[in-house]
């Protein structure tokens, strides 16, 4: 029998960055390296899978849609901390583009001793310095 199952998470977390930036000059501009730890709230969760088997002639598949329980009686932990290094490039005027990479360290599900599930993030930002 051949089976596969497909799932995919969708987590919306608000996080508190407390990270230190170095800014280097380029010309009129500077470039500018950081990073630091990171507290993380989850605040909503769905998950999709989809589970398909053939096997003895016969195809099976199904398919669903949850929302996720959090706290301590649901499957994931809400909170979650890391670290965040990010870099970018910064014009004159204070307008810049960067980009990052958040290193969870939190195991964020429950009951599970052989898959721990951790968030790792990359964005893509465009902002204002002052």
Known sequence: MKAAINARANVIYAEIPLNLLVKLPVADNKVFFGGGPYYG????????????????GESISESDSDEIDFGSDGEYKRPDFG????????????????????????????DDKDVKIKNSVISFGLGFMF
Do not use: D, T
Not at 41 to 56: C, D, F, H, I, P
């Open 41 to 56: 709230m989850a605040l909503y969760r769905r998950e999709k899978y989809k589970v398909s088997a053939n096997g003895n």
């Open 83 to 110: 670290l965040n290094f990010l870099a970018g490039f910064q014009i004159r005027s204070g307008l810049n583009i960067h980009a990052g990479y958040g290193l969870g360290f939190a195991a964020i599900n429950r």
